[in-house]
């Protein structure tokens, strides 16, 4: 048996810490003498040793101490279960990353100062000018664009997507000044999509795909948030919404399930 202070010396966990794990059954001395004070055998210092180990890898006190405490201690299951939480957190920091970096390069002031009326009206005639739209309508869809980018959610979810409300307008004047861009991003997002119908399935084969349509996204909307707007996307795919009833129509009944949990793998959610 081994007094609390020679542990500590051994394995340089502090008294303070070796304590607190005992208060919260991490790690219960094997024995108290008679005066009270804490004495471990071999089997606990092997435990103490696990939980130092588990713990340089960030495990969660609490998850190590449901593994250590277990009858039948299996730690390469544990890792292997762990091993997935670990790429999740690489790919949601990933994701969060390259919006970072995607703002930066764009080298534009990050403003979320609200959408003002002109702005809604800068919209509205571009959707007039490249859409067959009757005359009698245009004040309706003044008036649509108005509560959705003045006084509506939209506006608040283009602000997080673009930015500032001068990188939105910048993006949809580039659009309309390249029309023939769009078309082709177009294009290649069906493509993109037949390919999620057509795939395997295996892990690395669909990421790959959502790093295309990541890609794609970035370039047609003009904007670094991608990730952003794909997860809204996947949100209403995996809840089977009117898009994606259509699209599994066009494309084959559960691509947009199969899209949707692909995003959310990428992005670590």
Known sequence: ???????????????????????????????RTDAGYRLYD?????????????????????????????KNCDYGAMLKKYRKNIVQKINRLQGLLGVVDGMESEDVPISFKAFQEEDAEKVTETIVRNQDIDDSAISEISELVKSNMVDGKVGIELLQIYGSREKYLSAVEESEQHPEVTEKLQEELKNIYFSFRDSTGKNSELLELVKRLEDNTKKMYRTANARYMLLK??????????????????????????????INEYYGV
């Open 1 to 31: 048996m081994k007094t609390v202070k020679e542990i500590s010396k051994l394995t340089g966990v502090s008294i303070r810490a070796l304590r607190y794990y005992d208060e919260i059954g991490l790690l219960v001395p094997t024995d």
């Open 42 to 70: 071999d089997e606990a210092l092997e435990k103490l040793r696990a939980i130092l180990f588990l713990k340089e890898l960030d495990i969660p006190l609490d998850t190590i101490k449901e593994v250590v405490n277990a």
């Open 233 to 262: 996307i996947a949100e209403g795919y995996l809840a089977n919404d009117k898009t994606a009833q259509v699209l599994d129509g066009l494309y084959g009944v559960g691509v947009t399930a199969t899209i949707g949990r692909a």
